[in-house]
């Protein structure tokens, strides 16, 4: 049987071109573009980050590469592409740094907005990436 990483996908390749397309205009592509495969790829992320900070092992962005570059993605994807998939990996990350996340003072972790794909869908609409 032949496993093939959704990453490595035609239709993944499409969307990681436009994802890099909104960067390189300067849009916030990680909360407006909405396509499955960038959107699935950020909360990976995101959720590396996340479990990582909950391990004590840090979560810098050293350590979420080294976590993709273990993954079946990795191993199919060309150069090129995974050069692509790392400036979404760094957007993504970026965005997941500034976004203000639940504290003790603040009644302490809302599970339910730890992870980007939740919390993207309550605030943003596909139709409309600004709200």
Not at 57 to 71: C, E, H, K, R, Y
Request: glycine fraction near 6%.
């Amino acid at each position: 049987m032949d496993l093939e990483s959704a990453l490595s996908r035609e239709s993944a390749l499409l969307a990681l071109a436009e994802f890099e397309a909104l960067l390189a205009a300067g849009t916030d592509a990680v909360l407006s573009h909405s396509e499955p495969a960038t959107r699935g790829f950020c909360s990976y992320v995101w959720f590396l980050a996340e479990i990582l900070a909950d391990l004590g092992t840090g979560n810098d962005f050293p350590s979420i590469v080294a976590a993709l570059q273990d993954t079946l993605a990795w191993q199919q994807l060309t150069v090129e592409h995974q050069e692509g998939w790392l400036r979404v990996a760094e957007a993504s990350y970026a965005e997941y740094q500034v976004t203000p996340r639940p504290t003790a003072a603040t009644g302490g972790v809302d599970r339910e907005h730890r992870f980007l794909p939740t919390w993207w869908s309550k605030t943003r609409s596909p139709a409309s990436p600004t709200g």
